[in-house]
């Protein structure tokens, strides 16, 4: 289970700073019933989890290329799965996470009377100079009329990856603010080195990176309103939800809810996401490296997803003896 300590700070209002020795401990619990009797010490929900994990193991193993994965179960931490976690890994556009979360608390920053700040509702009129590679949505607006805000650029960098929209926000709301929100959430590896399409930054190294471990540690601390408020951790869940193509919802029921943001670089693919499961939502990252062929690193992390989501879906609804409970009626 992960533990958090909430200290202030000055670029995100409270920010988690994780005690990172405890996380992801799979716990074996023995409680004691209402009556006072020991409950038997072997439930039988472990060995759903060991199946799972061995699939999981296998697909990894299957995989031409370099491959990490990090799971968290989001109601009581007691699953979770680390393989490769804290490899660093390129993070494509799945950095964009964290400049949207960047986006959001400046803008509680703003309203509450800090100067300075990026807001949501801040203004832009598009400028061609801005433009870059695979911007499907700003290259078609009309230079010194078209004007939108800062939403609408996030919107535009969440549900189509348009690195236009990224790119001006990265200027908006400060490539060093970023870093400085995730170094006091405690993620140590979790890099904004440059903007969207600078290959001579990334020839130079300068690569954006983090590893899976810390991009579950960072959608578990947005989805327990660690970091923004109630309203702005709906708000932000509700925008990263928005349906778009990507890799862990892609073998999921269409039903189920997944706020995630895919990346791919050229021998890279990754994904990462809060998936909803009924009454079990989990956290999950599968990044992947040196793919020889992209399209198995993509089927990969959806097989991934879809064995996470069986176990915790399941989970959602049985006992912790494996019985599927009636829904409840309230």
């Not at 700073?17 to 209402?34: E, K, L, P, Q, W």
């Not at 439930?43 to 994990?53: A, P, Q, R």
């Not at 994965?69 to 699953?79: H, M, P, S, Y």
């Not at 709301?173 to 290959?199: H, P, Q, S």
Request: aromatic fraction near 6%.
């Amino acid at each position: 289970m992960l533990k958090d300590r909430i200290r202030r700070g000055k670029n995100c209002g409270a920010v988690w700073r994780f005690t990172r020795a405890a996380a992801f401990i799979v716990v074996a619990a023995i409680g004691i019933s209402a009556s006072g009797e020991d409950k038997p010490p072997d439930t039988g929900s472990d060995l759903l989890w060991e199946k799972v994990e061995s699939r999981i193991d296998e697909i990894a193993m299957r995989f031409d290329g370099v491959m990490g994965i990090a799971i968290a179960d989001l109601t009581d931490g007691r699953r979770a799965l680390l393989r490769n976690a804290e490899h660093v890994f390129p993070t494509a556009s799945s950095i964009k996470i964290a400049i949207l979360l960047e986006l959001y608390c400046q803008d509680e920053q703003a309203r509450a009377g800090a100067k300075g700040k990026a807001t949501l509702d801040d203004l832009y009129t598009f400028d061609p100079k801005d433009l870059v590679e695979d911007s499907r949505v700003m290259g078609g607006l009309t230079a010194g009329v078209t004007r939108v805000t800062n939403r609408d650029l996030a919107q535009f960098m969440v549900a189509v990856s348009d690195n236009t929209a990224a790119n001006i926000l990265i200027d908006r709301v400060g490539r060093d603010n970023v870093n400085a929100m995730l170094r006091g959430l405690g993620l140590a590896k979790t890099m904004l080195r440059r903007k969207m399409m600078d290959v001579a930054a990334a020839h130079r190294g300068d690569e954006n990176v983090a590893t899976p471990r810390e991009m579950v540690e960072l959608l578990e601390a947005i989805y327990k309103g660690k970091i923004l408020k109630t309203e702005s951790t709906k708000d932000l869940i509700k925008q990263l939800s928005t349906p778009k193509p990507s890799y862990i919802p892609r073998g999921l029921p269409d039903s189920v809810q997944v706020a995630n943001k895919p990346g791919e670089l050229d021998g890279v693919r990754t994904d990462s996401a809060i998936v909803f499961a009924a009454n079990r939502p989990f956290a999950i990252s599968v990044m992947t490296a040196y793919a020889g062929d992209e399209r198995a690193a993509e089927r990969a992390i959806s097989e991934i997803a879809r064995e996470a989501y069986h176990y915790f879906e399941m989970r959602g609804k049985t006992s912790e003896y494996g019985r599927i409970l009636p829904e409840s009626s309230k």
